[in-house]
T-cell receptor, first 115, second 110 residues
């Protein structure tokens, strides 16, 4: 079974621009989550989607948004990029996200650099 | 609120040494607990998990036991290898998200 795929793997953008990152979950997985990883803040939760519905959102400004499509693929968008948005963005998928098990499988990440 | 605290790194050991990486948590309810590993330049890989008190998760020689009385989930391995060098993250799940420790960098010297 193919793992979680993320595109692009690397991205360089300029302050003020916007960016869209894509994630394809493991086949059959309906829950997709996004995390931001930086050396200073570590791993921080952005949002989680299940069957096209956002079930939880982390403490990020409204410039960060996401969505999930009917085939479970997900995108996240960051508008008006700031230097501090430079990070590794990780996508994770889970079978259902139900109950307390919630085992997540991660993609390789998209490395975003804002200049 | 819910939180995870890990021992600070880096942890440097010689090959074949015994490894312990401490992880304690604060949580309401009964979350599942996880250890993930991140090799340089890669995403996170699930190493092991435990879903209830006294459960022991194990994988690739690593073990961790869910201790409710001490709110701990320490990672152990009896004999580490150079290939185990990576960053290890302890996490718990809450409300459809994983809450992470800061990560512990492990360096194994031949």
């Amino acid at each position: 079974k193919a793992g979680v795929t993320q595109t692009p793997r690397y991205l360089i953008k300029t302050r003020g621009q916007q960016v869209t990152l894509s994630c394809s979950p493991i086949s059959g997985h309906r829950s997709v989550s996004w995390y931001q990883q930086t050396p200073g803040q570590g791993l921080q939760f952005l949002f989680e989607y299940f069957s096209e519905t956002q079930r939880n959102k982390g403490n990020f400004p409204g410039r960060f948004s996401g969505r999930q499509f009917s085939n479970s693929r997900s995108e996240m968008n960051v508008s008006t990029l700031e230097l501090g948005d430079s990070a590794l963005y990780l996508c994770a998928s889970s079978l259902t996200g139900q109950g307390n098990v919630y085992e997540q499988y991660f993609g390789p990440g998209t490395r975003l650099t804002v200049t | 609120g819910n939180s995870v605290t890990q021992m600070e790194g880096p942890v440097t050991l010689s090959e074949e040494a015994f490894l312990t990486i401490n992880c304690t948590y604060t949580a309401t309810g009964y979350p599942s607990l996880f250890w993930y590993v991140q090799y340089p330049g890669e995403g996170l890989q699930l190493l092991l998990k435990a879903t209830k008190a006294d459960d022991k998760g194990s994988n690739k020689g690593f073990e961790a036991t869910y201790r409710k009385e001490t709110t701990s989930f320490h990672l152990e391995k009896g004999s580490v290898q150079v290939s185990d060098s990576a960053v290890y993250f302890c996490a718990l799940n809450n409300n459809y998200q994983l809450i992470w420790g800061a990560g512990t960098k492990l360096i194994i010297k031949p």
